[in-house]
């Protein structure tokens, strides 16, 4: 029996060893990648329920690895965070998203589009989030209301200071703030009075149930009137259905973003896309 403890302690420190080894060659790796412009940004569209207009899209990062392939931000993401990482790559993807708003406005001509990017609480805390904000909008002559921030509950909860700081000088800016996923985190909201939000966005897994579910139900109602309450904008994501999408537009909800509409798209694809739509 101590043998086998003794073996089954070692599979486990081989284990943990490998694991390690390969988090440590995949940071290396994504420091090579962001010197090679090895990232790319995805675009997925967001519906205005009232009037069926696209208002805008979410920045989505993807690694496009030279003998790896197509890498999702899921298998990454967590890992830069760990790393400090993410500040980078975070800077990177808003820079991006946000000149390639403003090129598709000025020379695509679809419109006045706000783009969404997605921030990590790391950025708060270790990187200058506001400061680069206001370089890239100033740097592209961009209206600050043509770029939204998405953040989680959690990361609220986790950093408040340095969170609600970075907040207030977005909303001052007149970048527009969002919160990601609600619904899924703890005290959702308190925050939503003490930090100046402007969106809340439902998160999938109520979405998904929503027709099936009389407790999702009852919750996605009572968030759409909880936020129009207090003057937000709701926002569904992970629509899938014409059926879903029917019924959020009967509880008045805002706005809609899912594979019903696109999936995350390309940029060269979402032109496209986006055209096609609105013809
Ligand atoms: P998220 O912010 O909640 O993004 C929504 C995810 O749901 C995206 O996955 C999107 O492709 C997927 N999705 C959209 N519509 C549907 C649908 O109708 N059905 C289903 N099943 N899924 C749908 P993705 O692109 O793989 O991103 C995963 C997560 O990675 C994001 O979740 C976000 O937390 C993170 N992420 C992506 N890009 C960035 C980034 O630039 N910075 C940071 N910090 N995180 C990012
Ligand atoms: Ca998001
Ligand atoms: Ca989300
Ligand atoms: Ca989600």
Same mark, same amino acid.
């Given at each position: 029996?101590?043998?086998?403890?003794?073996? &089954?302690?070692?599979?486990?420190?081989?284990?943990?060893?490998?694991?390690?080894?390969?988090?440590?060659?995949?940071?290396? !790796?994504?420091?090579?990648? %962001?010197?090679?412009?090895?990232?790319?940004?995805?675009?997925?569209?967001?519906?205005?329920?009232?009037?069926?207009?696209?208002?805008?899209?979410?920045?989505?990062?993807?690694?496009?690895?030279?003998?790896?392939?197509?890498?999702?931000?899921?298998?990454?993401?967590?890992?830069?965070?760990?790393?400090? #990482?993410?500040?980078?790559?975070?800077?990177?993807?808003?820079?991006?998203?946000?000149?390639?708003?403003?090129?598709?406005?000025?020379?695509?001509? %679809?419109?006045? #589009?706000?783009?969404?990017?997605?921030?990590?609480?790391?950025?708060?805390?270790?990187?200058?989030?506001?400061?680069?904000?206001?370089?890239?909008?100033?740097?592209?002559?961009?209206?600050?209301?043509?770029?939204?921030?998405?953040?989680?509950?959690?990361?609220?909860?986790?950093?408040? !200071?340095?969170?609600?700081?970075? %907040?207030?000088?977005?909303?001052?800016?007149?970048?527009?703030?969002?919160?990601?996923?609600?619904?899924?985190?703890?005290?959702?909201?308190?925050? #939503?009075?003490?930090?100046?939000?402007?969106?809340?966005?439902?998160?999938?897994?109520?979405?998904?149930?929503?027709?099936?579910?009389?407790?999702?139900?009852?919750?996605?109602?009572?968030?759409?009137?909880?936020?129009?309450?207090?003057?937000?904008?709701?926002?569904?994501?992970?629509?899938?259905?014409?059926? &879903?999408?029917?019924?959020?537009?009967?509880?008045?909800?805002?706005?809609? &973003?899912?594979?019903?509409?696109?999936?995350?798209?390309?940029?060269?694809?979402?032109?496209?896309?986006?055209?096609?739509?609105?013809?």
């Amino acid at each position: 029996a101590k043998n086998l403890g003794r073996n &089954q302690y070692r599979m486990y420190n081989d284990e943990m060893n490998r694991r390690v080894q390969e988090r440590n060659a995949l940071e290396k !790796d994504m420091r090579r990648a %962001l010197m090679a412009d090895e990232f790319l940004v995805y675009y997925q569209p967001k519906i205005d329920l009232n009037t069926s207009h696209v208002v805008g899209m979410e920045a989505l990062v993807r690694w496009q690895h030279s003998n790896r392939g197509l890498i999702t931000p899921n298998k990454f993401i967590p890992i830069a965070e760990q790393s400090n #990482l993410i500040t980078d790559i975070g800077e990177w993807v808003l820079e991006e998203a946000c000149r390639q708003c403003q090129e598709w406005s000025e020379v695509n001509e %679809l419109g006045k #589009l706000q783009v969404a990017v997605n921030l990590s609480a790391s950025q708060f805390k270790y990187g200058d989030i506001t400061g680069t904000a206001d370089r890239v909008l100033q740097k592209l002559t961009m209206e600050p209301g043509c770029l939204e921030v998405e953040i989680t509950e959690t990361m609220v909860m986790n950093d408040a !200071d340095a969170v609600s700081q970075a %907040l207030h000088h977005f909303a001052r800016r007149g970048v527009s703030i969002s919160i990601d996923d609600f619904g899924t985190g703890y005290s959702s909201l308190a925050y #939503l009075w003490r930090f100046p939000v402007n969106k809340v966005k439902i998160d999938r897994s109520f979405i998904k149930d929503l027709l099936h579910n009389n407790e999702a139900q009852a919750i996605v109602r009572s968030v759409i009137s909880l936020a129009h309450s207090l003057n937000l904008v709701v926002i569904a994501e992970g629509v899938e259905t014409k059926k &879903q999408l029917e019924f959020l537009q009967k509880l008045k909800c805002d706005q809609a &973003q899912g594979y019903f509409f696109s999936p995350p798209l390309p940029a060269a694809s979402f032109v496209e896309w986006v055209k096609e739509y609105q013809e």
